[in-house]
T-cell receptor, first 114, second 112 residues
């Protein structure tokens, strides 16, 4: 899997948009960009994923640059409950096994402040 | 919609005792099922995965075993726990073929 680079921490004011960047300059053509988050002491939560088009769901939007070397996760109206560690992962589709791992790097610790 | 249930949420067990953690998925058929362990401050370690009833693949040799007696039920077991088995255990599912992985809320196991 390609390596991703994320800032270690970010702050965001409650009610404002949170924009979390991710660099994946060595991404391959068949690798998707996935975003997960993990709130302390809970299991990771899937947020969104995409290949090359921008994606939006009820939780967030994913903006992928045209060259696919970076992406941004947007939480449009951050709440205190969005405080978590956010992980950007790139991987090919398929079963999760030793040959196609789900690997969490350091992630970005997002702190939403009142 | 699909939901995943994992229990118990926390567990304290003595060394040498048996273990059984259960996970069930609702709202989908023939899911791929997974057991992960997450050590404090570290990433995910894939322990077992299953693509169907009775089919178990082990990724890491260890003191644990897994079983899938029903389509949407996945069980993690041990006959005799070791101190090193302490950790945060996560069950997860995905649709056949991959796509997003959905996790349960985890079981925090402390072996004393």
């Amino acid at each position: 899997d390609a390596k991703t680079t994320q800032p270690p921490s970010m702050d965001c004011a409650e009610g404002r948009a949170a924009n979390l960047p991710c660099n994946h300059s060595t991404i391959s053509g068949n690798e998707y960009v996935y975003w997960y988050r993990q709130i302390h002491s809970q299991g990771p939560q899937y947020i969104i994923h995409g290949l090359k088009n921008n994606e939006t769901n009820e939780m967030a939007s994913l903006i992928i640059t045209e060259d696919r070397k970076s992406s941004t996760l947007i939480l449009p109206h951050a709440t205190l409950r969005d405080t978590a560690v956010y992980y950007c992962i790139v991987r090919v589709e398929g079963i999760y096994n030793a040959g196609n791992m789900l690997t969490f790097g350091g992630g970005t610790r997002l702190m939403v402040k009142p | 919609s699909q939901t995943i249930h994992q229990w118990p949420a926390t567990l304290v067990q003595p060394v040498g005792s048996p273990l059984s953690l259960e996970c069930t998925v609702e709202g989908t058929s023939n899911p791929n099922l997974y057991w992960y362990r997450q050590a404090a401050g570290r990433g995910l370690q894939l322990l077992f995965y299953s693509v169907g009833i009775g089919q178990i693949s082990s990724e890491v040799p260890q003191n644990l075993s897994a079983s899938r007696p029903q389509d949407r039920q996945f069980i993690l077991s041990s006959k005799k726990l070791l101190l090193s088995d302490s950790g945060f255990y996560l069950c997860a599912w995905s649709r056949t073929g991959g796509s997003p992985l959905h996790f349960g809320n985890g079981t925090r196991l402390t072996v004393t």
